[in-house]
């Protein structure tokens, strides 16, 4: 079984990304993109529901490498795939690709150095199985399930006799033309899916137990059109990427450390696009301040366009109870919203990892039983990248963080002479959430998510540019225990070395029996016959030899097995230290730790 450098799990923005930059690093290294769709984008591809689209600008949101060309702001999701395309073939990733592969588990061997990752090759219930082994894994799975929606716990909604739609599993066919649509949520989903639906159906009403900051954002910016009148095509990209990224930092670090005054600037934007039916208070003030939650945007600002329709309202309050076609409010009896279809944008279930198990020496763990090194390489956790990008601003600019890590992580290794590297954790860090948003959903998720720390390396991102900067000239040694398993290799070299020392004698053997036969051949036409048979156990001998070395070579060398007597720790350690290698005086396994 060959052995890759690097595996990358997930063919969506971070897997794509990933790809680029190793390939970019080391031109000849071996990587493959493992997917368990049969096709790439993830979320972009994934989602069905009316006008997915992005709701940070594009500039940002696209690859520094292939930036993003046209001339829109937001995208929406079939031009964000065209864009994937195209850019995952500008470096042949595409040619790298495995699709349907599904990632059932992984397994970090300390005796061979390498992760054994398991594969189910098919569609849903077909399946193969596949293993295949990395030196590097990355987990580029995204943040949430793509089998299971997060539960929805609405009272009542057993009652309901319409439809209900979960937006992760929107079903293409359905027509709302004529319907009374009611969509339960307040996040960027619910005000997208408002306006994209409001024109077909008969009403459409957003049910919030409560409101979200909504902004309007411009789709087409004049800036792209003159910068690109003006300027070369790659320098006017360059420009307004840094524009876009300067603007989306600003923004939120004006809301963060002036929350009352953006809170007024930006309640006040929304009065001014609200018709006087709908006023701001309860629906657009939130209990939280600016940007403590993901803030939605809209484009041209499509939702209160949609509001100021007579189509499209919005109810705030906790739902009471749902009966077979109606949605009761608690404590407003004139707030019953008469539904044939409910939307439910509730939020997504979260996962990190894709659902796959993991074992370090046959223990296992869970991600999110651990913290993350740099926002991005597990604690415990040998050679492992968790991708996990911004919610404060654009996802990709953290997943190229990640991927800027693994390369310096990997060129490190090199450079040592060093086969793993494992952020362990000093006493005394503390942990806190790593994604600090107060969405309902992440706060549910939170058990199911790694932490990050109170201290450099392991805090949390927050800052594309400090991040950047980090990942680029920062300290990649610090609380690194990097190991180089010799004992493998020794081992493998004195098999290999035994193997050709006993191959030699054995060529130089059976050339000897050869001219030896050749030579009683003609004896035994002068003097007799005997010699020959003298040399068949020799012969018989060579055969033998020939068999075990072919044997060793299928098998390997095995890794020790945990035995009844020992508990996981021991093993650990055992594994982790192994006994002295085959070749005489070397130290089995050398760690920076046991080295010094
Ligand atoms: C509706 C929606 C809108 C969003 N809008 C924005 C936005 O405007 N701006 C922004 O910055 N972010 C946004 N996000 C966040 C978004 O998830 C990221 O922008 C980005 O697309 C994530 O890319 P990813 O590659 O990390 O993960 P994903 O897009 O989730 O891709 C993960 C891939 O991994 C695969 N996978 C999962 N498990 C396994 C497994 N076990 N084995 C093999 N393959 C596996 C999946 O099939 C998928 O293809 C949005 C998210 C959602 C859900």
């Known amino acids: 079984m060959s052995v890759l450098d690097v595996a990358i799990i997930g063919a969506g923005i971070s897997g794509i990304n990933t790809a680029y930059r190793v390939q970019e690093a080391q031109p000849d290294i071996n990587y493959r993109i493992f997917e368990s769709r049969g096709e790439i984008g993830g979320t972009w591809s994934f989602f069905k529901y009316p006008g997915l689209r992005s709701d940070s600008d594009l500039f940002s949101f696209g690859f520094e490498w292939n930036p993003w060309f046209a001339d829109e702001v937001i995208a929406d999701a079939p031009?964000?795939?065209?864009?994937?395309?195209?850019?995952?073939?500008?470096?042949?990733?595409?040619?790298?690709?495995?699709?349907?592969?599904?990632?059932?588990?992984?397994?970090?061997?300390?005796?061979?150095?390498?992760?054994?990752l398991r594969f189910h090759v098919g569609d849903g219930e077909k399946y193969e199985d596949r293993e295949v082994?990395?030196?590097?894994?990355?987990?580029?799975?995204?943040?949430?399930?793509?089998?299971?929606?997060?539960?929805?716990?609405?009272?009542?909604?057993?009652?309901?006799?319409?439809?209900?739609?979960?937006?992760?599993?929107?079903?293409?066919?359905?027509?709302l033309?004529?319907?009374?649509?009611?969509?339960?949520?307040?996040g960027a989903t619910a005000i997208t899916i408002l306006p994209n639906i409001a024109e077909k159906a008969k009403s459409v009403t957003l049910v919030q137990r409560s409101p979200s900051y909504i902004g309007a954002i411009p789709r087409q910016d004049k800036s792209v059109d003159l910068l690109k009148r003006w300027l070369p095509l790659s320098w006017a990209t360059k420009l307004l990427r840094v524009k876009y990224l300067l603007l989306s930092f600003l923004f939120f670090n004006f809301c963060?450390?002036?929350?009352?005054?953006?809170?007024?600037?930006?309640?006040?934007?929304?009065?001014?696009?609200?018709?006087?039916?709908?006023?701001?208070?309860?629906?657009?003030?939130?209990?939280?301040?600016?940007?403590?939650?993901?803030?939605?945007?809209?484009?041209?600002?499509?939702?209160y366009a949609a509001l100021r329709s007579d189509k499209a309202n919005i109810v705030t309050g906790h739902i009471e109870t749902i009966t077979?076609?109606?949605?009761?409010?608690?404590?407003?009896?004139?707030?019953?919203?008469?539904?044939?279809?409910?939307?439910?944008?509730?939020?997504?279930?979260?996962?990190?990892?894709?659902?796959?198990?993991?074992?370090?020496?046959?223990?296992?763990?869970?991600?999110?039983?651990?913290?993350?090194?740099?926002?991005?390489?597990?604690?415990?956790?040998?050679n492992a990248i968790v991708v996990i990008g911004y919610t404060n601003a654009s996802w990709t600019l953290g997943a190229d963080v990640a991927a800027k890590t693994l390369t310096r992580m990997i060129s490190m290794l090199k450079k040592n002479g060093r086969t793993s590297a494992t952020p362990t954790l000093?006493?005394?860090?503390?942990?806190?959430?790593?994604?600090?948003?107060?969405?309902?959903?992440?706060?549910?998720?939170?058990?199911?998510?790694?932490?990050?720390?109170?201290?450099?390396?392991w805090l949390p991102r927050r800052n594309y540019f400090s991040d950047l900067f980090d990942a680029k000239y920062g300290d990649v040694s610090k609380d690194i225990v990097s190991s180089k398993c010799i004992h493998m290799v020794e081992a493998n070299e004195?098999?290999?070395?035994?193997?050709?020392?006993?191959?030699?004698?054995?060529?130089?053997?059976?050339?000897?029996?050869?001219?030896?036969?050749?030579?009683?051949?003609?004896?035994?036409?002068?003097?007799?016959?005997?010699?020959?048979?003298?040399?068949?156990?020799?012969?018989?001998?060579?055969?033998l030899a020939t068999l075990i070395i072919r044997i060793t070579r299928h098998i390997g060398i095995p890794e020790p097995s945990r035995t009844s007597q020992q508990s996981p720790a021991e093993y650990q350690v055992q594994v982790a230290h192994p006994p002295p290698c085959l070749v005489g005086g070397s130290p089995s396994c050398s760690t920076d730790s046991c080295q010094s």
């Open 494 to 543: 004195t098999v290999v070395s035994w193997r050709k020392e006993v191959g030699s004698t054995l060529h130089l053997l059976s050339l000897s029996c050869t001219l030896c036969i050749m030579c009683s051949i003609l004896d035994s036409f002068t003097s007799g016959t005997i010699f020959i048979l003298q040399m068949y156990p020799i012969n018989t001998l060579h055969m």
């Open 256 to 303: 963060q450390q002036l929350p009352n005054f953006s809170r007024k600037l930006l309640l006040s934007g929304a009065k001014k696009s609200l018709p006087p039916s709908i006023p701001v208070d309860p629906h657009f003030s939130p209990k939280y301040k600016p940007w403590d939650q993901r803030f939605c945007m809209c484009p041209d600002g499509d939702f």
């Open 177 to 186: 033309t004529g319907k009374r649509v009611a969509i339960v949520g307040s």
């Open 324 to 382: 077979e076609d109606t949605i009761v409010i608690k404590d407003q009896p004139e707030s019953k919203i008469e539904a044939d279809v409910i939307v439910t944008a509730t939020g997504l279930k979260i996962l990190v990892g894709g659902g796959a198990t993991m074992h370090r020496d046959g223990i296992e763990y869970k991600p999110a039983d651990k913290m993350l090194w740099k926002g991005c390489m597990l604690q415990d956790t040998p």
């Open 426 to 457: 000093p006493a005394g860090v503390q942990a806190q959430p790593f994604m600090q948003m107060s969405s309902t959903y992440l706060l549910k998720g939170r058990g199911q998510m790694p932490t990050g720390g109170n201290q450099y390396p």
């Open 133 to 175: 082994k990395s030196r590097w894994v990355v987990l580029g799975t995204g943040y949430y399930d793509y089998k299971k929606a997060l539960p929805v716990e609405i009272p009542g909604i057993d009652n309901f006799k319409g439809t209900i739609i979960h937006p992760q599993f929107w079903p293409e066919d359905i027509d």
């Open 79 to 116: 031009a964000i795939m065209q864009y994937l395309h195209k850019s995952i073939k500008s470096f042949n990733g595409d040619k790298h690709l495995e699709l349907k592969h599904k990632l059932i588990s992984l397994d970090w061997s300390s005796f061979e150095q390498l992760w054994t």
